[in-house]
């Protein structure tokens, strides 16, 4: 089945913008419209949002952007999800590996522009794994940055053409940390080190007390989104 035009998936947007009014009628509304056409993306901090939607999409896709720089924990957790939970996780991976990248562009490319790194090993190799889908949910949370402070419910991806679904946008880290503790969801254990928010290992640091938690994540280089969900 081909996929539906861009017009038509920008309507079922609108559509479900007016409809989810929470997190589970966000989830019920897109498996219902899109069924298997729905993937799920994660950084793998956590399962919750895999969870979450298997509920109503049992061995839905788990898209896991594999860029080939992430701490071992990650990818433990990543296993972890696999082995646990009722989806399928499906490794999303670059288009050159990190020694390609490292001869076309220069050894460490994050350390001089992560923008760039983040576009090569992030942003594209979702859009391309995006490519069969209609739908794809993020675990974004409004409160996290200021670029996510107005996320929907239910979104009109202009970029890739498709509706995306944040079906956590409202939800407060105490929502997180219980539905977590309640179904038993894989975590990534650096989460309890120090580091509420993970990312590729090079560009995440540890968080001290009182600091903001995404202020690890490409501390001191002015930039707190890899760009997938903005
Ligand atoms: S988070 Fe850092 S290492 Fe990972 S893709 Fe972005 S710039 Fe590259």
């Known amino acids: 089945m081909s996929r539906r035009t861009t017009d038509a ?31 799920v993306s994660s950084s ?9 939607v298997a509920q ?13 720089y992430h701490f071992p924990e990650t990818i433990a957790t990543r296993d972890d999800v696999a082995a646990r939970l009722p989806v399928t996780v499906v490794d999303v991976r670059p288009r050159q590996t990190v020694a390609q990248q490292d001869q076309a562009y220069g050894r460490d490319a994050y350390s001089r522009d992560p923008w760039l790194c983040c576009r090569l090993r992030k942003v594209l190799p979702l859009d391309d794994a995006l490519m069969p ?25 202009g970029t890739r053409g498709l509706v995306k679904i ?48 995404r202020s690890g994540r490409w501390r001191g280089l002015g930039k707190d989104e890899c760009g997938i969900n903005i």
């Not at 997190?23 to 498996?31: E, F, H």
């Not at 109503?56 to 080939?68: H, I, Q, R, Y």
């Not at 975590?187 to 509420?196: A, F, I, R, S």
Request: with cysteine; glycine share 8%.
């Open 9 to 39: 998936l920008r309507a079922l947007a609108a559509e479900g913008h007016a409809l989810a009014v929470d997190a589970q009628s966000c989830v019920s509304w897109a498996v219902a419209t899109f069924g298997h056409r729905l993937a």
């Open 166 to 213: 944040n079906p956590f946008v409202e939800w407060s880290e105490r929502d997180l940390a219980a539905y977590i503790v309640a179904n038993d969801i894989p975590v990534n254990p650096l989460e309890y080190q120090g580091y509420p928010s993970i990312g590729c290992a090079p560009c995440t640091s540890k968080v001290a007390a009182g600091e903001d938690s």
């Open 133 to 157: 889908y209609e739908a794809w949910a993020s675990g974004i949370r409004r409160g996290e940055t200021p670029q996510r402070a107005n996320a929907q419910y239910v979104e009109f991806d």
């Open 44 to 52: 793998m901090s956590n399962g919750a949002l895999a969870h979450f």
């Open 56 to 68: 109503s999409l049992p061995s839905v896709d788990v898209l896991f952007l594999d860029t080939g």
